[in-house]
């Protein structure tokens, strides 16, 4: 496991599914976004797209 996973903010059961199902981990889920998840903005950046990820098919 990456350092880098000790740097994942807390997460929904939904958002935490989505980020194992499809990217194995934070670190990965960061970088094919090009984020970095040691960057802060790169960070909520990260967090954010996770959300929107989660939210859809709630509508």
């Known amino acids: 496991m990456p350092a880098t996973n000790a740097l994942q903010p ?3 059961n ?3 599914k989505i980020l194992k199902s499809g ?3 934070w670190t990965n ?3 094919s ?6 960057d ?5 950046e990260a967090k954010a797209i ?10």
């Open 29 to 31: 889920f960061c970088a």
């Open 50 to 59: 996770l959300e929107a990820m989660a939210r859809q098919g709630e509508e």
């Open 23 to 25: 990217f194995g981990d």
């Open 40 to 44: 802060r903005d790169d960070a909520a």
């Open 10 to 12: 807390p997460l929904t």
């Open 33 to 38: 976004y090009g984020l970095k998840p040691w």
């Open 14 to 16: 939904k958002e935490r």
